[in-house]
């Protein structure tokens, strides 16, 4: 096999090689797209349940404090008689 002949071969591989990863790249970055996609509505979604926990917990704080404020002045009631 004299040089030219493995330059051809060489260069064929190359070629073969070259098409393979740009269809990989291709299918790759659909997929990535995807997941992405995936991604967004899933953060999303927490985000909305983040929101929804602050208001539950903001709520659950009130709740407490008036408790708090309830039972207070029961011991000042209580501590008066």
Do not use: P
Request: aromatic share 6%; hydrophobic share 50%.
């Amino acid at each position: 096999m004299n040089f030219w002949e493995l330059v051809a071969i060489v260069s064929v591989m190359a070629t073969i090689l070259g098409v393979f990863l740009t269809i990989y790249a291709i299918i790759n970055n659909r997929t990535l797209k995807e997941e992405a996609k995936s991604i967004r509505e899933i953060l999303a979604v927490m985000g909305q349940g983040q929101t929804e926990a602050r208001k539950e917990m903001a709520e659950a704080v009130r709740f407490v404090a008036q408790l708090i404020r309830t039972e207070g002045e029961k011991t000042r009631e209580a501590i008066k008689v």
